[in-house]
């Protein structure tokens, strides 16, 4: 297994440009969730999905959609980038909502 | 809304020493507490989760307990060696959804 793998690892953007972070897992999990992190701040969650066609929105939702077609995919679009959304980026999936998770290798994001 | 604290925010000690690191949360209502651990510019490994029933789980030199009544959970490394040096992150999971709230982590460093 590949596990959760995130794509690209490192991305320049400038103001006003929209991009997508692609995630994916090969482990048939249900639970799979977007956080950011940054520095002092921690790790916040943006978005979450339960499972294919369903999504609710996180802690800091501002500015990022998601949509989750298939169980493997949970892509994460930046519609208008901004220099708030300079961070670093996971993708994480699950077995269900309460079991242990598992985390992907970070897309480090620079919005100029 | 459920609030994350871990004490102390760094932490140096020379190799060899027994360490605990501590997590606090303000709600009990938690199903599990996953421990992770963070490298310098990677992702998150997952290092233990302790469910809300249990008191205690092991990992080879790590043990993790939890007191869910009073919202507190400790990592103890016993033997630290160099290779354990990194950011160590609590995150207990509750709510509906059963999302991972994170603390700030504890910057490990262990000293040849």
């Known amino acids: 297994n590949a596990g959760v793998t995130q794509t690209p690892k490192f991305q320049v953007l400038k103001t006003g440009q929209s991009m997508t972070l692609q995630c994916a897992q090969d482990?048939?999990?249900?639970?799979m969730s977007w956080y950011r992190q940054d520095p002092g701040m921690g790790l916040r969650l943006i978005h979450y999905?339960?499972?294919?066609?369903?999504?609710d929105q996180g802690e800091v939702p501002n500015g990022y959609n998601v949509s989750r077609s298939t169980t493997e995919d949970f892509p994460l679009r930046l519609l208008s980038a901004a220099p708030s959304q300079t961070s670093v980026y996971f993708c994480?999936?699950?077995?269900?909502?309460?079991?242990?998770?598992?985390f992907g290798p970070g897309t480090r994001l620079t919005v100029t | 809304k459920q609030e994350v604290t871990q004490i102390p925010a760094a932490l140096s000690v020379p190799e060899g020493e027994n360490l605990v690191l501590n997590c606090s949360f303000t709600?009990?209502?938690?199903?599990?507490l996953q421990w992770f651990r963070q490298d310098p510019g990677k992702g998150l490994t997952s290092l233990l989760l302790?469910?809300?029933?249990?008191r205690e789980q092991t990992s080879g030199r790590l043990n993790a307990s939890l007191d869910k009544s009073s919202g507190r959970s400790t990592l103890y490394i016993a033997a630290s060696q160099p290779g354990d040096s990194a950011t160590y992150l609590c995150?207990?999971?509750?709510?509906?959804?059963?999302?991972?709230?994170f603390g700030k982590g504890t910057k490990l460093s262990v000293k040849p």
């Open positions: 994480a999936s699950s077995p269900s909502g309460r079991s242990e998770q598992y």
């Open positions: 482990m048939n999990h249900e639970y």
């Open positions: 999905s339960v499972g294919a066609g369903i999504t």
């Open positions: 709600d009990s209502a938690i199903y599990n």
């Open positions: 302790i469910q809300s029933s249990q």
């Open positions: 995150a207990p999971r509750g709510g509906s959804q059963g999302n991972l709230i």
